[in-house]
């Protein structure tokens, strides 16, 4: 199996910084793309940012130039740095992981989610 750990959520007044983490251990051969996403209440998830195992990287429009993700593939970390926060930046982040397992199995993966409560 395959696990993912996200830390670093909190509340923070907007303009302020904070620093999402989210540490994949298991059954890991590989991990291919990697991923931050969101869901605010009463709407549907969306993708905050992706990085692959280059490390390209694509973000939401919403959070262009204010967000950067990162990874750390010898320590199978992903990092979500999120600056000039905003209050409609409130929701639940996840992060997710294109895992290939030891099994040779080819699957996505999620985290459980840190809550990220941006005042006004």
């Known amino acids: 199996q395959v696990q993912l750990v996200e830390s670093g959520g909190g509340l923070v007044q907007a303009g302020g910084s904070l620093r999402l983490s989210c540490a994949t251990s298991g059954s890991i051969f590989r991990i291919n793309d990697m991923g931050w996403y969101r869901q605010a209440p009463g709407k549907q998830r969306e993708l905050v940012a992706g990085?692959?195992?280059?490390?390209?990287?694509n973000y939401a429009d919403s959070v262009k130039g204010r967000f950067t993700i990162s990874r750390d593939n010898a320590k199978n970390t992903v990092y979500l740095q999120m600056n000039s926060l905003k209050p409609e930046d409130t929701a639940v982040y996840y992060c997710a992981a294109s895992v290939l397992t030891t099994f040779h199995i080819q699957r996505d993966y999620w985290g459980q989610g840190t809550q990220v409560t941006v005042s006004s």
């Open positions: 990085i692959t195992s280059g490390g390209m990287t």
